[in-house]
T-cell receptor, first 115, second 114 residues
Framework: EAGVTQFPSHSVIEKGQTVTLRCDPISGHDNLYWYRRVMGKEIKFLLHFVKESKQDESGMPNNRFLAERTGGTYSTLKVQPAELEDSGVYFC?????????????FGPGTRLTVL | AQSVTQLDSQVPVFEEAPVELRCNYSSSVSVYLFWYVQYPNQGLQLLLKYLSGSTLVKSINGFEAEFNKSQTSFHLRKPSVHISDTAEYFCAVSFSGGYNKLIFGAGTRLAVHP
């Protein structure tokens, strides 16, 4: 069974440009999460989808970030326009159920560098 | 609000020595505790978790963690480490009412030397 995949693995962009990150969850997992780790600090929650609906987007830093999950399968996270402080590693995770004890399976992350 | 503190950012240790990675949490509600591990160039993998019951939980590769409610801690231990245990370890909590959002500590890099 394929795990969570993320694309690209690395992205280097200029400040002000747009970047779109993609996450493909494990097949059959209705719950999809985005997290971000900035410069060796803690991994922070961004948002949680249940199928195509946003269950919790309390961690989204500002309106430059737009997450979508059309059709309830893969998800994209767009940053527009990117700022220097957006640099970091963006992780996607998925789980079958959305309860607090359900295991989340993580992808390898996308390392974003904004110059 | 909930928070997690990992007291050591880096822990160097020699092979076959014991190790303890410390994790403390703060929460006004009941929490559920996890340790994740990230090997180089890989995603995070669940190492072990505490939900309820016995406060000592164990992983298949020899790690164990003990939930201590009075000290709000969930330290990770292994009596004898291997080179292959070199990785970054993350302590995390979730809580009822928080859907399945995980709150992570800043991570501890374990470096096992021969």
């Amino acid at each position: 069974e394929a795990g969570v995949t993320q694309f690209p693995s690395h992205s280097v962009i200029e400040k002000g440009q747009t970047v779109t990150l993609r996450c493909d969850p494990i097949s059959g997992h209705d719950n999809l999460y985005w997290y971000r780790r900035v410069m060796g600090k803690e991994i922070k929650f961004l948002l949680h989808f249940v199928k195509e609906s946003k269950q919790d987007e309390s961690g989204m830093p500002n309106n430059r970030f737009l997450a979508e999950r059309t059709g309830g399968t893969y998800s994209t996270l767009k940053v527009q326009p990117a700022e220097l402080e957006d640099s970091g590693v963006y992780f996607c995770a998925s789980s079958q159920a959305g309860t607090y004890y359900d295991e989340q399976f993580f992808g390898p992350g996308t390392r974003l560098t904004v110059l | 609000a909930q928070s997690v503190t990992q007291l050591d950012s880096q822990v160097p240790v020699f092979e076959e020595a014991p190790v303890e990675l410390r994790c403390n949490y703060s929460s006004s509600v009941s929490v559920y505790l996890f340790w994740y591990v990230q090997y180089p160039n890989q995603g995070l993998q669940l190492l072990l978790k505490y939900l309820s019951g016995s406060t000592l939980v164990k992983s298949i590769n020899g790690f164990e963690a003990e939930f201590n409610k009075s000290q709000t801690s969930f330290h990770l231990r292994k009596p004898s480490v291997h080179i292959s245990d070199t990785a970054e370890y993350f302590c995390a909590v979730s809580f009822s009412g928080g859907y399945n959002k995980l709150i992570f500590g800043a991570g501890t890099r374990l470096a096992v030397h021969p």
